[in-house]
């Protein structure tokens, strides 16, 4: 299915029902069908066509949803650019890309390499314009409002080039195409409904897969989306109170926010219905106070990356519920530690080095197969022989699975540890670091050692200055084996992360990676 029929189908069921809140303005999925149209048929004008790219840059805005929609009008890729990338970061993207047309906010103007700034192909999505860009609500207005362009891309076209998020090396263009997102949400979300409102709280930024699959799940659903530029907590809980918002995705730093603020218990969340989270570990201690904390809403926790085009495991409510037997509640606390189940559209197997599928509770790479998989990198043959093999996409995440059909993570490949000969998984040793009463946020590493290789790490956010590198290497002693424990501490303020909360390993690892030099 082409997914501009998302808003098709929408926009002819509910069409007077708000599509889009955002900074005081509301503009219904009819409105929202027009300006994507104005939007095309500008684009149109300046050149765009089948196969072009059209990027942004910009938080979020009503204006990236319309770009995507008004890019699937043209049969154009949608590129979606991460407002955070800095200069150099911004140039490989656009010469990896070669968008035909860039709309960025003001802001990122000076971030836009020298040779392209004068561009006809720069529009400016805010502030004032010069006579070298065009301004976009310039644009919209001097097109037409009828729709002129109508698309023929088939299921296997690409839609979207993704960036990865670039931890390591050059960002790679993800291409997802029409069927990576219509395979999903045709088999997740009911379509538009007369009878049936919902509104959701957007925070997760459009350039990352799990914000734009939350936007076109919302348009295809006939869902209000309330659009938050960035996430600020106290500014989410009173558009949450104020719009009523009945679903919401979080990732775990952003819930610890907003149950950490003041105000947290000043404001009306009862309408909060469906909470998802995911892009980043959940603490257990944190999903634990959530589910007491907001007790009308039913969390799900979703498992994917960019190139499985989002969600390929699920942990459903049933099994956020803490209530039964103490044995009940015993195994369901395990449970909240894991990824879930894989869906039932999706294949997932975790197997060795050889490809091969380990036995039940054994450690391997979760690969996955199915219809929404991306197609390859954009002009990166190896990249994608690399990652796709056999139909399968290797994720580059390590785990098992346990007798019940559970996965749980141990870590990133490139991030686990080697001491000795033994595989040491980071995600472990953090959840015991977390756990400790003095400690508010803990991250693991491997540095060199001549003796054993890699010694472990850690890199912990204190609640006080009274705990010690001694106390907390000590708190670890009985909780995990010897080789595991971490032989240095390093305090920090804050652990680097980027939007979806991911802590940057690579950051750590530059700024704290130095040989240990006394063993505890």
């Avoid at 154009?76 to 150099?88: G, L």
Wanted: glycine share 8%.
């Amino acid at each position: 299915m082409n997914t501009s029929e998302f808003l098709m189908i929408a926009g002819a069921i509910v069409p007077d029902r708000p599509a889009v809140i955002f900074e005081g303005q509301t503009i219904t999925f009819e409105g929202l069908a027009e300006r994507v149209n104005r939007l095309a048929n500008g684009l149109s004008e300046l050149g765009v066509g089948p196969r072009d790219r059209v990027a942004t840059m910009q938080v979020n805005t009503n204006q990236c949803i319309e770009a995507y929609f008004a890019a699937t009008q043209l049969d154009a890729i949608y590129v979606p650019i991460n407002f955070r990338a800095k200069t150099d970061e911004l140039a490989q993207m656009l010469e990896i890309a070669q968008p035909t047309c860039l709309l960025l906010g003001e802001r990122y103007l000076s971030l836009v390499p020298e040779g392209s700034r004068s561009s006809e192909g720069i529009i400016l999505l805010d502030g004032e314009t010069n006579g070298s860009n065009k301004s976009y609500e310039t644009l919209l207005a001097e097109s037409s409002p009828d729709q002129m362009h109508f698309p023929e891309a088939g299921d296997e076209d690409t839609t979207v080039i993704m960036f990865t998020a670039g931890t390591t090396g050059v960002p790679k263009g993800v291409m997802l195409t029409h069927d990576s997102f219509s395979s999903y949400l045709l088999a997740t979300v009911e379509p538009a409904d007369p009878e049936v409102e919902e509104s959701n709280l957007i925070t997760v930024p459009f350039y990352h897969i799990a914000g734009l699959q939350a936007a076109l799940a919302a348009v295809y659903g006939g869902r209000t989306l309330v659009v938050m530029r960035q996430f600020e907590p106290e500014e989410w809980l009173r558009l949450a109170q104020e719009n009523q918002a009945n679903r919401a995705m979080l990732v775990p730093t952003m819930l610890k926010h907003l149950m950490e603020h003041p105000k947290f218990a000043d404001f009306d969340l009862s309408s909060l219905s469906v909470i998802t989270y995911g892009a980043a570990p959940m603490p257990l201690e944190v999903i634990c106070e959530a589910i007491g904390r907001f007790p009308g809403a039913r969390f799900i926790n979703a498992f994917g990356q960019t190139e499985t085009a989002s969600t390929i495991t699920m942990l459903p409510p049933d099994d956020h519920v803490l209530d039964g037997s103490p044995e009940e509640i015993e195994t369901k606390l395990k449970r909240l530690t894991s990824i879930g189940k894989p869906l039932d559209d999706v294949e997932v197997s975790i197997v060795d080095e050889g490809g091969q599928a380990v036995a039940m509770g054994e450690q391997g790479e979760i690969i996955a197969r199915g219809s929404r998989m991306m197609a390859g990198y954009w002009q990166e043959e190896s990249a994608t022989r690399d990652t796709i093999r056999g139909g399968w996409i290797y994720t580059g995440d390590l785990g098992y699975q346990d007798e019940d059909g559970y996965i749980f993570l141990s870590g990133r490949a490139k991030d686990f540890i080697k001491r000795g000969g033994e595989m040491i998984s980071p995600e472990e040793v953090e959840q015991v670091l977390r756990s400790h009463p003095k400690l508010d946020d803990a991250a693991v590493i491997g540095v060199p050692d001549v003796e054993w290789g890699e010694e472990v790490r850690a890199v912990v956010v204190g609640l006080s200055d009274r705990v010690t590198e001694s106390e907390v290497i000590e708190f670890c002693r009985d909780k995990m084996a010897g080789y595991k424990r971490p032989r240095s501490v390093v305090f920090v303020g804050e652990l680097p992360r980027n939007v979806m909360g991911k802590v940057l390993k690579r950051d750590l690892r530059e700024a704290f990676g130095h040989p240990v030099e006394n063993r505890q």
